[in-house]
């Protein structure tokens, strides 16, 4: 593979037969793929969860072996500045202080300090991310990382915007305002716009073309967004959200896999308050997260926790939890007449299943398979991998490293390694997030069957479809419940 900036112009990009196969997967992520951008064209792409989305963006960018080790072949040629959105921001957060990490690219470039503060603050503004520039790093919400990490690529005004799906995290107004910034910046500056999203409607009338990828990896589309629209039963069986087409129906999976062992217990927060401390070489930082939540999670019930980003709502599922402990208040009702925070981690497991909002910070081992029955052989429940992993499409992959599975692959996996034990409480903080329509269901099949056999399930989400189906709507915002 080689990159030669001398035969495209400024903003421009080819993809000339390349492929991508992982080190330790039989076949090509990516494979003989031809693509050509234009200087200021606006793509969108779009494909089911593991299409290799995020391999194109990242042999774009020339960072295609930070993901792991793998087998690259064919050509990129890429030319001018390139900023890259990754699909986990919190892996582009490089300082303590938010003006200072959004202020890195452009140091490294040689900007003028006084015109780097001017482009930093621009761009803290453009996406509405309220926080003074000596605001901790460490204290912002995954939605909130996501805008800052945008920040950071807004700010250098690149030739070629590469998104990683930039508003995935973000409730609705976030979401608009966020896209509205990138779509101001592209008209401002001239930049090709290579954008990547499961959720595609919103994009659809400001770009110029739709780029299709299918399961393995093969462009299947390449048109217009008019003539993308028109063929949209086809595309949504195939996975893609397609605008105007009714969510999908959610994918029950056998009553075996879901049902609580030992029976459902509800959980219990009242007055909960919990500020979160994180220290740094300038001192202790105090951040309130919750003020007198009161909130319960019953069986055989799905509650949704909803809220704009940085309300509280991660906080307040690793809170119910056991994960964090209360600075004030309790949590109740997991039995054994211990606060969750302070019971023994394998009796803790057995009660809860947990699916954090970075799905591969739970990953304890190098093989799918062995991810999923690893909480069970601790709990003394036994686990069909197999069944599980299949229900959730990755049945082909039970022998991959988790680390390099797709960003929607690895979320499917943290879920079925936190919930194939089968404990009666389930909390998840965007499950739903990275899913195509397929996976989508599958994911959500899962919760509210769980929910229907007698668990408590919690889940923080901004997903409008999964708060439809949920029995109960707890919304958040700055730290309190709505009354």
Known sequence: MTADATTVRRGSARLEGFGWRPLGRRVPVVRDLDLTVEPGERV?????????????LRALAGVLGSA????????????????????????????????RDV????????????????????????????????????????????????AGVLASDADLLLLDEPTSMLDAPNADGVRRCVLEAVARTGATLVVVEHRIGPWLSHVDRVVVLDADGVVVRDTDPVTFAADPVALAEQGVWMPGVAAPVPLEPPAGLVAPSGGG??????????????????????????RGVDVELVPGALTVLTGPSGAGKSTLVAALAGLVAPTSGIVSGLGGGRAP?????????????WVPQNPEHGFVTTHARDEVAATGARTGVTVDAAAVLAHLGLGDHAAANPYRLSGGE?????????????????????????????????????????????????????????????????ALQAGEVLR
């Open 103 to 150: 202020a890195f690219g452009l140091e490294n470039a040689g900007v003028a300090r006084e015109e780097i503060w001017r482009r930093v603050r621009l761009a803290l503004e453009a996406v509405r991310l309220p926080y003074a520039v000596d605001h901790p790093t460490a204290a912002l919400s995954g939605g909130e990382q996501q805008r800052l990490a945008l």
């Open 410 to 474: 690895q979320r499917r996996l943290a879920t079925a390694a936190a919930l194939a034990h089968r404990p009666p409480v389930l909390l998840l903080d965007e499950p739903t997030v990275g899913q195509d329509r397929l996976t989508w269901a599958a994911v959500v099949g899962w919760v509210r069957a769980a929910a229907d056999a007698g668990a408590a399930v919690g889940i923080a989400t901004h997903d409008p479809d999964l708060v439809a189906l949920a029995d109960r709507v707890v």
């Open 265 to 290: 217990v509800p959980v219990v927060a009242e007055a909960l308050h919990v500020d979160l401390r994180r220290s740094s070489m300038r001192g202790t930082t105090v951040t309130p997260a919750l």
């Open 341 to 353: 925070h302070r019971m023994r981690s394998r009796d803790l497991a057995r009660r809860v299943g």
């Open 44 to 56: 969108l792409l779009a494909g089911p969860s593991g299409a290799g989305k995020s391999t194109v």
């Open 68 to 99: 792991g080790s793998g087998d690259a072949y064919g050509e990129v040629h890429v030319a001018g500045r390139i900023g890259l959105l990754m699909q986990n921001p919190a892996d582009a957060v490089v300082a303590e202080r938010i003006g």
